[in-house]
């Protein structure tokens, strides 16, 4: 794959929110900024913080602001308390301003067993004839106990098994996303031409509104590998190698 194809956060929002019908399936971001964070602080009382070339849910920090004036910051499982304002702004100051992050808006994703999850959609397209992009995998990944990101999981359950269980929808929903990701891979092949496969985070919140968290470009495919059921991961190694 070219090595053109990069992971970048903010770019791949610009790219997808340019267009209308992905604009609305985006989590509000921006650059974070001083200013982006008490902007966004005030649309929403909880955001999410994440480096732009970040992956495996590694410092991706939660903040919310609670009634009461403080603000809770988690991180992994840890959570720490910033009795106000002034100390929000201090504990900012000391990020490390070397590497650039988004702030996004926070999605109440649905539950199971009270543990967010979310949706992997695996997207590919032929490697030798580009042809249209097809959605060859998927599955669903809960967050362990205590977790915010669904990046650390020792659960993974089919797509229409997890909409089910959380009691959000079924086949029609699945649809959705799926029709939602092709569009987006389309979107994104137009930046990067090169693009072959595309592994999607996708969002549902609890009133089972898709939302599409990210892109990656090289996604594990160790989860589709240990699934028991083993055709997904067969059509997956086909299209890489067609
Ligand atoms: N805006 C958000 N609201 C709620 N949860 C989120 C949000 N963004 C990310 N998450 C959770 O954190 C996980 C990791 O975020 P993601 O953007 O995929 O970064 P990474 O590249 O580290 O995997 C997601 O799979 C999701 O479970
Ligand atoms: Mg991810």
């Given at each position: 794959m070219s090595m053109l194809v990069q992971r970048d956060k903010w770019l791949q929002y610009r790219a997808l929110s340019n267009v209308p019908k992905l604009a609305r399936r985006l989590p509000e971001t921006l650059l974070l900024e001083k200013e982006t964070l008490h902007h966004m602080l005030l649309q929403h009382s909880s955001v999410v913080l994440k480096p732009?070339?970040?992956?495996?849910?590694?410092?991706i920090i939660f903040i919310r602001c609670l009634k009461n004036g403080t603000y809770h910051i988690q991180n992994e499982n840890n959570t720490i308390t910033m009795q106000n304002r002034d100390e929000l702004q201090d504990w900012f100051d000391?990020?490390?301003?070397n590497r650039e992050y988004i702030i996004q808006q926070r999605l109440y994703l649905a539950r199971i067993q009270q543990r967010p999850f979310d949706l992997r959609i695996m997207v590919q397209r032929q490697t030798a004839t580009p042809s249209a992009w097809k959605v060859t995998g998927s599955y669903a990944k809960v967050a362990s106990?205590?977790?915010?990101?669904?990046?650390?999981?020792n659960r993974t359950i089919p797509a229409l098994k997890a909409l089910q269980l959380a009691r959000i929808g079924g086949r029609k929903l699945l649809l959705q996303v799926e029709r939602t990701v092709l569009l987006a891979a389309k979107s994104l092949e137009v930046h990067?031409?090169?693009?072959?496969q595309i592994g999607f985070d996708i969002g549902i919140d609890k009133k089972g509104r898709v939302w599409i968290i990210e892109g990656n470009y090289?996604?594990?495919?160790r989860p589709f590998r240990r699934l028991k059921d083993s055709s997904m991961y067969r059509r997956i190694l086909w299209y890489q190698k067609h």
């Open positions: 732009c070339d970040g992956r495996y849910g590694r410092d000391q990020i490390d301003k106990r205590g977790y915010l990101i669904t990046n650390v999981t990067y031409p090169d693009l072959r090289r996604p594990d495919l």
